[in-house]
């Protein structure tokens, strides 16, 4: 009987073998939906009938400042095929081109290099409004406006402040600690200030519900935090979302008033990436695609397929990191089976305890990645694959909650030692954008 699995991988595929015991429960994937011929058109169309807001081309908005939000090159999200649309609508409202900023949401990436700029928004674009990127540690860039009843002190760019609206342009996505990205994610974190997005990341740090991918953003705290943060800026947002299919291309466009519209959007995005799992496997195969640019982007597919494996299985993610480590801080940690061991040994509710010790020198926001890291390590074993140059042979050990190897084969091998010989095992080729839920988890 053929084992052989097949999963995207770069421009080609990967063909990996599953031990001759094992039973393949099928492989997950997300709806088939064809992408838009034309995102321009579609963006358009979406633009004409705004959800909750006046459509812009209707307005005057002439010798108004406007602020054009972009999501960063972190993202896949093709920009500069829907732009187009949008600076049509606001000439048509009367806005001169010299009152259009275009800022980029990097949060607390890197700045985007120029010729990821260029791809982001296109040659043209670039060239006409000389974008430039969000800066979280420039205190001279940067102002506080107020603090959220959670506690977040919300420090924004201040040329978020000084805008009379402002325009986000990203999309809406399976997210692991808000439900879905998109909406005012372009605000908070991607325009605030290091601090404030450390604190409204550690809004969704909880041992019992530390995974909330493909939750509706009005019961995610992280979601309601910077909704709430944004909105004491006192300005006017509008939207400009894409919703994608598995390949990153644009299928449907929700445009207007950013918390309405982004809520309308989840339920259509949740039935593109909602991987529906009639029984959890033993161990589950991931794939990072479409979001395989660097490490921190790519193991993104572990936390969304999580819910498909038992408590106790194999985690196996294929990561295929084009840029290697990227931005996400590595340095030597307790070896695996000690890690494992000493997680089991404390339990869930002291593991913040911990990481907080371990990075207390640390941005805040590495408190959440190590808590969400070693949650996961707690339920389930973790191992990872990449054949990247660009990632060093140790970086499972930098790492400490999971074993990496360069070969796939290896990374089965390991696998099936942690788990029955007549293991199940589902495969979640497109595991950067959808992400798994079991039935008994379907209304929770």
């Not at 997005?197 to 309601?224: C, E, I, K, T, W």
């Not at 008033?257 to 995005?269: I, L, T």
């Not at 494992?340 to 913040?352: C, F, M, P, Q, S």
Request: glycine share 10%; aromatic share 6%; charged share 20%.
């Amino acid at each position: 009987m053929n084992q052989t699995v097949e999963i995207p991988w770069g421009g080609d595929a990967l063909q990996i073998r599953m031990p001759s015991r094992w039973r393949i429960l099928g492989e997950l994937k997300p709806a088939v939906v064809q992408a838009a011929r034309s995102p321009q058109e579609a963006c358009k169309e979406a633009l004409a009938a705004p959800i909750g807001a006046q459509r812009l081309a209707s307005r005057d908005l002439a010798q108004r400042k406007i602020l054009i939000i972009a999501d960063d090159h972190s993202r896949p999200t093709p920009v500069r095929d829907f732009i187009g649309p949008v600076l049509d609508e606001l000439a048509a409202a009367g806005v001169r081109e010299g009152d259009i900023r275009i800022l980029l949401a990097n949060g607390v990436h890197r700045a985007s290099r120029p010729e990821e700029i260029e791809c982001k928004l296109g040659r043209e674009v670039v060239g006409r409004f000389a974008p430039i990127c969000h800066d979280a540690y420039d205190p001279q860039g940067l102002e506080y406006v107020g603090t959220t009843s959670r506690g977040t002190r919300v420090v924004l760019n201040k040329l978020v402040l000084q805008a009379d609206l402002i325009l986000c342009l990203g999309a809406l996505e399976p997210h692991l600690l808000m439900g879905f990205g998109g909406g005012l994610k372009m605000i908070i974190p991607g325009c605030a200030a290091a601090e404030t997005v450390g604190r409204n990341h550690l809004q969704g740090v909880d041992p019992d519900d530390f995974d909330y991918v493909g939750v509706s953003g009005a019961q995610s705290p992280m979601r309601l935090d910077l909704e709430e943060g944004a909105a004491l800026a006192g300005k006017e947002i509008f939207i400009v979302n894409a919703a994608m299919d598995a390949h990153a291309h644009p299928v449907q466009f929700f445009c207007g008033d950013p918390v309405k519209a982004h809520r309308g959007g989840e339920s259509f995005v949740e039935g593109l990436a909602r991987l529906d799992v009639p029984e959890q496997s033993d161990a589950v195969l991931t794939n990072s695609f479409p979001m395989d640019l660097d490490l921190r982007q790519s193991i993104k597919c572990v936390g969304n397929s999580l819910y498909a494996c038992k408590p106790g299985g194999v985690m196996m993610g294929c990561l295929r990191c084009d840029q290697g480590i990227g931005e996400m801080p590595t340095s030597r940690n307790l070896p695996y089976p000690v890690m494992k061991a000493l997680l089991k040994i404390i339990g869930k509710h002291r593991i913040l305890g911990l990481v907080e010790k371990a990075k207390k020198d640390q941005p805040v926001e590495e408190i959440f990645v190590g808590h969400f890291a070693l949650q996961m390590l707690r339920r389930n074993h973790l191992a990872i694959f990449s054949d990247s140059s660009a990632l060093p042979p140790d970086i499972g050990k930098r790492l400490g909650v999971a074993r990496s190897f360069t070969a796939a084969q290896n990374m089965v091998a390991w696998a099936a030692s942690k788990v029955p010989k007549n293991a199940t095992v589902w495969v979640v080729p497109h595991g950067g954008a959808t992400y798994a839920r079991p039935e008994h988890l379907m209304n929770q």
